[in-house]
């Protein structure tokens, strides 16, 4: 089982940046690759991010490329989104999880482990 808890959601003009903290506990973090989606109201549930285990490999929805930068430190059990110029469309609750694969993940039934989510809001 693992336990994850994203923190570091807020309010922030476009333009501006925020960077989301996923803290995972429970069993073995480092062996599993970890992504991030976000939900915006009325919509699903889209891929925004993933890093694979080691953090040798990352991957970044078309939309949020060049933009968003995924890291992790396994030492501490906690993955990063670095999210720079933000725009009024990447408002939404950020989601992050956790697969069983060490491989690059992309889509939501995918990943087993779930935090509850952190609210980004950016204004025009």
């Known amino acids: 089982q693992v336990q994850l808890v994203e923190s570091g959601g807020g309010l922030v003009q476009a333009g501006g940046s925020l960077r989301l903290s996923c803290a995972a506990s429970?069993?073995?973090?480092?062996?599993?690759?970890m992504g991030w989606f976000r939900q915006a109201p009325g919509k699903e549930r889209e891929f925004v991010s993933a890093?694979?285990?080691?953090?040798?490999?990352?991957y970044y929805a078309d939309s949020v490329k060049g933009r968003f930068t995924i890291s992790r430190d396994n030492a501490k059990n906690t993955v990063y989104l670095q999210m720079n110029s933000l725009k009024p469309e990447d408002t939404a609750v950020y989601y992050c999880?956790?697969?069983?694969?060490?491989?690059?993940?992309?889509?939501?039934?995918?990943?087993?482990?779930w935090g509850q989510g952190t609210q980004v809001t950016v204004s025009s």
């Open positions: 890093i694979t285990w080691s953090g040798g490999g990352t």
């Open positions: 999880a956790a697969t069983r694969y060490l491989s690059i993940r992309t889509r939501p039934n995918e990943y087993v482990y």
């Open positions: 429970g069993r073995s973090f480092s062996s599993a690759s």
